[in-house]
């Protein structure tokens, strides 16, 4: 199973919106909507930011968005703000298995 | 409040064996999937396997099976994996995982723990 296909970087000015794509295939992203985005710090754990496509757990702001279009999910990032700035990686459901994406790194300019 | 806390930074010889822990606290640790995420220095998370407690039924990534073993003692509510004989690149940061349900997400690692440094050097 190869990994999901993310840019390895992005990068907005506050209260600009970002858009970070996860490109995968019919066996994972564009199969099931069971795609999520985690949110790292460095030198933190990763942080559930987006469930299920488009869900946001209890506490993550509004700000954080996310869609898919076939094999293709993406989280969007609105008015940015510069604690936005992380690593961000997808992950999706593949059967059996799971499969994150590169990582993207979101800088805040 | 839902935890993981996982045990201490390893460091260990080429070939040796070693496991690690991940301790969940505040809900029923049986009935929720954990699983096992690697980060090597400087990259990307890798999802290596995954464990139910209940049953111990495990599911393992092909890319990490055969490679790790990973097991659980529901009676402490413990998860663990481990290596039979370590290389150096098993260097990583590894994290354990709770899977959600349906109020926190099907299939998606809505806790993690705080990630244990294995680190592998002669």
């Known amino acids: 199973q190869s990994a999901l296909t993310q840019p390895p970087s992005a990068s907005g000015s506050p209260g600009q919106s970002v858009t970070i794509s996860c490109t995968g295939t019919s066996s994972d992203v564009g199969g099931y909507n069971y795609v999520s985005w985690y949110q790292q710090h460095p030198g933190k754990a990763p942080k559930l930011m987006i469930y299920?496509?488009?869900k946001r757990p209890a506490g993550v702001p509004d700000r954080f968005s996310g869609s898919k279009s076939g094999n293709t999910a993406s989280l969007t990032v609105s008015g940015l703000q510069a604690e936005d700035e992380a690593d961000y990686y997808c992950n999706s459901y593949a059967g059996s298995n799971r499969v994150f994406g590169g990582g993207t790194k979101l800088t805040v300019l | 409040e839902v935890q993981l806390v996982q045990s201490g930074a390893e460091v260990k010889k080429p070939g040796e064996s070693l496991k690690i822990s991940c301790k969940g606290s505040?809900?029923?640790?049986?009935?929720?999937?954990i699983a096992w995420v690697r980060q090597m220095p400087g990259k990307g998370l890798e999802y290596m396997g995954i464990?139910?407690?209940?049953?111990?039924?495990?599911r393992y990534s092909p890319s990490f099976q055969g490679q790790v073993t990973i097991s659980a003692d529901k009676s402490i509510s413990t998860a663990y994996l481990q290596w039979g004989s370590l290389k150096a690149s098993d260097t990583a940061m590894y994290y354990c995982a709770h899977q959600g349900d349906v109020l926190t997400g099907y299939y998606a690692f809505d806790i993690w723990g705080q990630g244990t440094m294995v680190t592998v050097s002669s």
């Open positions: 299920e496509v488009r």
């Open positions: 464990i139910y407690p209940g049953d111990s039924d495990t």
């Open positions: 505040g809900y029923s640790f049986s009935t929720y999937w």
